[in-house]
């Protein structure tokens, strides 16, 4: 592959997660330039907007690196598109290399589709925007075209290239990389097809599977340093590494605990112990614990958030004025409730606790929330960085469209029995606020 060779206008890489795309890559160009100016590698993460995405372009390809002598500034400020697409052509003209392939690529592309209607379209043109120049955009994404085509067209499909899921054996070559040094592969790939066919039915991920492994090696192996079973009684060290092997397909791998609570709760229990000790320490770790790590106005948020989604709106003022008690019925006109109302109370149709979270409003949650904190909220806590730090940890879910600003609406994401301990941690009676839950 030579430097003047001409280049797709767009190529487009897709694959699922941990399939070695953004690894092939790289690789391929660190191989084919080894100056490193004739392609530029973007993470759509770090380069969260448009004008960083184009000035790490721009100091790729120029070879210019921000430093102190140059006060850290950029090869050219590119505030939008127009001023990269000037930069661009300037920049090739001055070194002469217009001819010469210049390639962009862009690392999880998918959250381009983000970052305005016209970004994408434009990176798919870009050798046509900037005169015929011989430029290349790459994108490395997740998702399928036919989700990320844009919806108003105005450039053709890229060239696409699939990476599909590894097999089995080259999943298992993978990882025999991570043996550790003092032992045996032979008996530490016999663990790792163990692994592999408990869980590969719900996981085929490699780097979910990488994590598995690192965190019940040390439990499975534990028993032969408590002279327990040898090496060769395969049959009893699986045996005895069961409880571990439930416990992290219920509580590890679906992210209940950190890595750090695995390791801490399973270092209580071992093959020395019974089997319900086991079960006690690691299996029900979550039920056990005191409430999230989340900080003290944080929690009594997530408080509100969920009585916002629970409660019916109409009885806010019975439950959250000031002054009033919470459990004191207002008393009905008439004779008696209604059928809705009875048939409601015995856990009917309208039972919310039965038809999961509702959205609420931002300004309602706030409402509650400065009605049950007992305390005055101090002056330099920033609420909405709180709020805005719920919706990034997935405990609130925004169901309003995402260029809103006024209007916001989530809806809570937490389980009856997390909130309850949340609530236990912070002293707080969640059970008085409930409107209709048993």
């Known amino acids: 592959?030579?430097?003047?060779?001409?280049?797709?206008?767009?190529?487009?890489?897709?694959?699922?997660?941990?399939?070695?795309?953004?690894?092939?890559?790289?690789?391929?160009?660190?191989?084919?330039?080894?100056?490193?100016?004739?392609?530029?590698?973007?993470?759509?993460?770090?380069?969260?907007?448009?004008?960083?995405?184009?000035?790490?372009?721009?100091?790729?390809?120029?070879?210019?690196?921000?430093?102190?002598?140059?006060?850290?500034?950029?090869?050219?400020?590119?505030?939008?598109?127009v001023d990269f697409v000037?930069?661009?052509?300037?920049l090739l003209v001055t070194s002469g290399k217009q001819h010469e392939a210049h390639y962009m690529v862009i690392d999880q592309a998918e959250r381009l589709r983000d970052r305005g209607p016209m970004l994408l379209t434009s990176l798919l043109r870009l050798s046509e925007l900037t005169g015929g120049a011989n430029i290349s955009v790459i994108l490395i994404s997740n998702v399928v075209w036919d989700k990320f085509r844009p919806r108003h067209g105005g450039a053709a499909d890229p060239l696409s290239i699939f990476f599909p899921y590894y097999t089995k054996q080259q999943i298992l070559l993978v990882l025999a990389k991570d043996c550790p040094l003092d032992e045996p592969q032979s008996f530490f790939l016999t663990f790792v097809d163990a692994v592999y066919e408990v869980f590969h039915r719900n996981c085929v991920d490699l780097n979910e599977l990488r994590h598995l492994v690192a965190m019940l090696y040390p439990k499975f192996v534990q028993p032969v340093f408590e002279q327990q079973a040898t090496r060769n009684e395969f049959a009893r060290l699986f045996k005895l590494c069961q409880p571990y092997f439930a416990a992290a397909s219920e509580r590890l791998y679906l992210r209940e605990i950190s890595t750090s609570e695995w390791q801490k709760y399973s270092a209580v229990a071992s093959a020395k112990n019974n089997p319900e000790d086991v079960a006690t320490s690691i299996y029900h770790m979550a039920e056990n614990s005191d409430g999230m790590d989340l900080p003290h106005y944080t929690k009594f948020l997530l408080i509100s958030a969920y009585l916002a989604s629970y409660n019916p709106s109409r009885l806010d003022v019975q439950y959250f004025a000031r002054g009033k008690d919470p459990t004191q019925k207002r008393k009905r006109k008439g004779g008696g409730a209604s059928a809705a109302a009875a048939e409601d109370a015995l856990g009917g149709r309208d039972r919310q606790q039965l038809l999961g979270p509702r959205s609420f409003a931002i300004e309602r949650m706030l409402a509650i929330f400065y009605s049950v904190i007992a305390e005055p909220v101090d002056s330099a806590v920033d609420v909405q960085t709180q709020i805005a730090s719920?919706?990034?940890?997935?405990?609130?879910?925004?169901t309003s469209a995402g260029d809103r600003l006024d209007g916001i609406k989530c809806k809570c994401n937490v389980s009856l029995e997390a909130i309850r301990g949340i609530s236990r941690s912070v002293r707080f009676e969640i059970d008085r606020f409930l409107y209709n839950f048993t």
């Open 390 to 398: 719920l919706i990034t940890l997935r405990l609130l879910t925004k």
């Open 86 to 90: 000037n930069s661009v052509r300037d």
């Open 1 to 81: 592959m030579s430097p003047e060779d001409p280049a797709p206008p767009c190529v487009f890489v897709y694959g699922p997660s941990a399939t070695g795309k953004t690894a092939v890559i790289r690789d391929l160009f660190n191989e084919y330039d080894t100056s490193g100016d004739h392609y530029a590698y973007i993470n759509s993460v770090e380069c969260f907007t448009p004008r960083l995405l184009f000035e790490r372009t721009l100091n790729a390809w120029s070879g210019h690196v921000p430093s102190a002598d140059n006060r850290f500034s950029n090869y050219a400020r590119c505030d939008n598109l």
